[in-house]
C-alpha cells in the first residue's frame, strides 16, 4: 500500500468562521473554517467521519460550493481539504476580508455628460 505524501500548507490565514461541507449530493453538515490558504483549509468541528481522499464540497463567505478533496485528518475532529481548483488570489483576500467582518461598497462611476454639437 502506497503512503499518502503529505505537503503542508504555507502561508496560512487564520480565521474562524462557519462552513458548510457536504458529501456527494447529501446532506450538507455545518463545521468551523479555522485556516484559509489559496490552495485549501482546515475545518474544525467536523460531525461525520471523512477519510483521506473524500470528496467533497464546501461553501463559507457567500461563494458558492468549492470541490476539495481531504488531504488529513487530526484527532478525528479537524480535517485538511485541499481544493480542487485553488483560489484567484484577488478571490482569497476579498473572502479573507469578508470573513474578518470587512464590508464592501461597489461603486460605479458617475457617467460623464454627453456634448452633442449643436449645429
Known sequence: MGRLKITPIIDQQAIKARCRYRMGTGVSFPANLVELTQE?????????????????TISFGGLSAIDAEVQWIERGQAAHLRFINPLYPAVHTF?????????????????????????
Do not use: N, T, Y
Not at 476580508?97 to 449645429?119: I, Q
Open 40 to 56: 485549501g483549509a482546515r475545518i474544525e468541528g467536523i460531525s461525520r467521519q471523512l477519510g483521506p481522499r473524500d470528496k467533497l
Open 95 to 119: 473572502v479573507l476580508a469578508r470573513l474578518r467582518g470587512a464590508h464592501f461598497e461597489v461603486r460605479r462611476p458617475k457617467p460623464k455628460p454627453v456634448f452633442r454639437a449643436c449645429c
